[in-house]
């Protein structure tokens, strides 16, 4: 006896870390998550990060300015084939590659090493986004607490940033309705303001000198930066009950200034200028284009947000669902969110006596002179103004919640070890770091650097990325292996639609749109500013680096096989071994007994003692397995 117990003494014990779930006995097994990298706390948190991430700013200041510019009505044609071509199969193909293997955009590169590159270069389009995306949130935030006032500051002339050509743009009419006034050779309180006033940009010589930094905004992006750090302090568990609030309540604000608009004299003239179908306009190319370029970035596919989201789900999440949800739920705000903007519009140009078209902007044009002067021809002005801005944070905040998440995951991903423990003071010095790179935009010409920034960051690189993962899933890693893996995860298969799109159509398009975008393009330009030749070239090299990521990373990945050129890119394209899912009791079939330290070849008896008996995942574990030694024994013959 005292000889067993000895023996049993001896007996080497396995790590925690690397000890299975059928090793650890009688522990809890009803947790489906891997437990030191978190995970979604509550059933609603995935669906409102991914509504919050996909619904923002250019919801409201880019879709209706492109909608009536390219036909009215009639380019809902071709944004719903869009959506269907190429928004629903993408962002569904996203989801399941995050939430198959619960890894972030780096660490997902398992399922084919040699395209890791594609990983990095979605790391460095979004890092670039984000640090000018939360500069946008500061001018919100700016104007926000300038709404706190009985008087807007941009309501009026006469304050020391205006010159002599602001005339206020109201007053009599006369008898054929319009203003005895010639409207182009004045500015409007509102633009001064925005121009003069916010932005400084009279202190500035061009990019090239940008001048000062302007304190005010600077203390304003610090804010947007301690925002941030603070609802994503303790990754998706915080960040993931904050969008609670923040991807519901601009839903409510939208609903009150959509109420409000079309309650406004001369509205239904905006709504009609907005709708108005003009069916020829689907004769030309460039509308099917823009609709495409639309759907693409407002659905944030390829910045690594939704794969990063659906890495914290659970194996069995039903994404085909949430997909479907996300996606209308996003098509369905944007033009709600056009009535709302077109419905305010039409009252300002019948109160200025012009053409709807004179007043509608797209962008930062929209959001901080058009509809902050509409604001002060309504009763009330500081507090509609007040709950635009609040919505334009809601909207703006989420975008960034999932932008910095992805930094965060897909670095701590390919380090776990050292920074899961400290992921809070990592996210810390994250944000840090991108506050201090974005002090360049607070300067008085930081406005150029900014429209370079978004003009060059996402634009080719980021379809390039795209192209790339669709292709590596579909081609290298195998339609049929990618859809046997969704199965295993969802209990069906993938239908004839998603294939012919992840297969032909999805990529097609995305060529189409990389070949337009080059073909037609155009400097950079703010106003009447052109931007210098360097400053061209530097965002071309911006947006040639994410792409360079790429063969760099397939260059690594060779380097590190051993054999012919050829033996080491078969062996860099194939899977990883511990590619798959997390946990070993959601591994069957080719899955089994690949992850480090796994001493179980029967996670299925992890399943049995965990549900009481066969479920029907169970099952559809049980029909891969039979299709995979079906396909082996075909092979074979």
């Not at 270069?121 to 000018?132: E, F, S």
């Not at 709504?271 to 495409?292: C, G, R």
């Not at 639609?497 to 097609?508: D, G, I, N």
């Amino acid at each position: 006896m005292k000889k067993l117990q000895e023996a049993h003494l001896r007996k080497p014990v396995t790590p925690d870390l690397l000890m299975t779930p059928s090793d650890q006995g009688d522990v809890d097994l009803d947790v489906d998550f891997a437990a030191d990298r978190g995970n979604w706390t509550g059933k609603l948190d995935f669906l409102l990060s991914c509504i919050g991430y996909c619904v923002g700013l250019g919801n409201v200041w880019r879709f209706p300015y492109r909608a009536y510019t390219n036909g009215g009505g009639a380019f809902l044609v071709p944004y719903f084939l869009m959506l269907a071509i190429c928004g629903i199969p993408l962002f569904f193909l996203e989801l399941s590659l995050g939430q198959f293997s619960s890894l972030g955009p780096l660490a997902v590169w398992k399922i084919s090493p040699l395209f890791k590159g594609a990983g990095a270069a979605m790391l460095l389009i979004v890092g670039l986004v984000a640090i000018y995306y939360n500069m946008i949130i500061a001018y919100v935030l700016f104007y926000l607490f300038a709404s706190l006032t009985s008087n807007l500051p941009w309501e009026h002339c006469g304050n020391w940033w205006n010159t002599e050509r602001c005339l206020e743009h109201r007053g009599p009419k006369d008898g054929n309705g319009a203003l005895p006034l010639n409207l182009s050779s004045t500015v409007s309180p509102s633009e001064e303001y925005w121009s003069r006033y916010v932005l400084h940009i009279q202190g500035s010589q061009g990019i090239g000198r940008p001048g000062e930094i302007r304190w005010n905004l600077c203390l304003c992006l610090l804010l947007a930066w301690v925002i941030v750090f603070l609802c994503i302090l303790k990754g998706v568990k915080s960040s993931g009950k904050v969008v609670y609030f923040t991807a519901t309540f601009p839903y409510l604000i939208l609903l009150m200034l959509l109420v409000r608009g079309v309650t406004l004299p001369g509205a239904w003239k905006g709504i009609q200028f907005y709708l108005t179908p003009q069916f020829h306009h689907l004769l030309s190319s460039k509308v099917w284009i823009e609709a495409a370029l639309q759907i693409f970035y407002s659905l944030g596919v390829g910045f690594g947000g939704l794969l990063t989201f659906a890495s914290y789900n659970t194996f069995h999440q039903n994404i085909y669902r949430d997909t479907f949800i996300v996606t209308l739920g996003n098509a369905i705000t944007s033009i709600l969110a056009g009535f709302a903007i077109f419905s305010v519009l039409g009252y300002m140009s019948q109160e200025l006596g012009v053409p709807v078209d004179q007043v509608a902007k797209a962008g930062p044009g929209l959001a901080f002179v058009v509809y902050p002067q509409a604001m002060t021809m309504l009763p009330l002005s500081p507090f509609w103004s007040f709950l635009f801005f609040f919505m334009l944070l809601t909207l703006g905040l989420d975008s960034q919640f999932a932008f910095l998440e992805t930094i965060v995951t897909a670095v701590t991903d390919e380090f776990p070890y050292y920074l899961r423990p400290k992921k809070a003071v990592f996210s810390g010095l994250i944000c840090v770091a991108m506050y201090l790179m974005g002090l360049i935009l607070t300067t008085d010409g930081g406005m150029y650097w900014l429209v370079l920034l978004d003009d060059y960051s996402a634009s080719f690189g980021l379809m390039v990325v795209v192209i790339t993962t669709c292709l590596a899933v579909t081609r290298v890693y195998g339609i049929q292996r990618f859809c046997r893996d969704i199965h295993m995860m969802l209990g069906f298969k993938p239908g004839l639609y998603f294939r012919a799109c992840w297969l032909f159509l999805s990529p097609a398009t995305l060529l189409a749109l990389l070949v337009y975008s080059i073909v037609k393009y155009q400097p950079s330009e703010y106003g009447s500013y052109r931007f210098p030749a360097w400053a061209e070239l530097l965002g071309i090299l911006m947006g040639l680096l994410s792409c360079l990521m790429i063969p760099a990373g397939m260059l690594v990945a060779v380097l590190r096989e051993e054999g012919s050129l050829w033996e080491r890119l078969q062996q860099a394209s194939r899977p990883a071994i511990d590619w798959g899912p997390s946990l070993e009791e959601n591994r069957t079939g080719m899955y089994v007994a690949t992850l480090a330290g796994s001493q179980s070849p029967k996670p299925l008896m992890v399943h049995m003692r965990k549900y009481g008996g066969i479920t029907s995942f169970e099952n559809t574990a049980i029909e891969v397995d039979r299709e995979i030694a079906e396909e082996e024994e075909e092979s074979m013959m």
